[in-house]
């Protein structure tokens, strides 16, 4: 498998997956591995402030399951769904952009270094990314506004 690490890479193996005898959960097996050593490395090897916290956690969760030894970066089970319309995308997009600062994590999405959403405000980020076309806020809808402020 390409690596994950640049998006076009990895939409462009989607784009090959109808053609091929990859069956999607073993996809997601090889992302969800690819993406927690990379950003685990990222943590343990940056300033992160809370670097030693996270770290915890994701050793306390490892003890929890046998399969993995040291840390468990992601919980067990995919729920994939087809992203069927932009809309759509930019809703799931949305969730979790927006779950660092639900969390308390940063005040907004482009501050909280592990995730895409810099790259969408400020043009960069940890992983360089294909971003998708921003959609037009709705002015009139209250929460159209309430997530263009929280990014």
């Given at each position: ?55 915890e ?13 040291v ?14 319309a ?37 043009d ?17 809808d209250?929460k159209?506004?309430?997530?263009f402020?929280?990014?």
């Open positions: 498998m390409k690596s994950c690490a640049n998006v076009s890479d990895f939409a462009q193996f989607f784009y090959h997956l109808d053609n091929s005898k990859v069956k999607l959960s073993d996809l997601i097996r090889d992302f969800k591995k690819f993406t927690a050593k990379s950003i685990l490395e990222k943590i343990q090897n940056s300033p992160e402030s809370r670097k030693e916290w996270m770290l956690r994701f050793k306390l969760a490892a003890q929890q399951h046998t399969r993995n030894k840390f468990q970066f992601w919980q067990y089970g995919n729920y994939a769904e087809e992203i069927y932009n809309k759509f995308m930019w809703y799931k997009l949305d969730y979790i952009h927006l779950n660092p600062v639900k969390a308390g994590f940063a005040l907004k999405a482009s501050e909280y270094i592990y995730s895409s959403a810099s790259n969408y405000i400020n960069v980020g940890l992983v360089d990314i294909e971003k998708a076309e921003n959609p037009i806020v709705d002015v009139l209250p159209s506004i309430f997530r402020n929280s990014y």
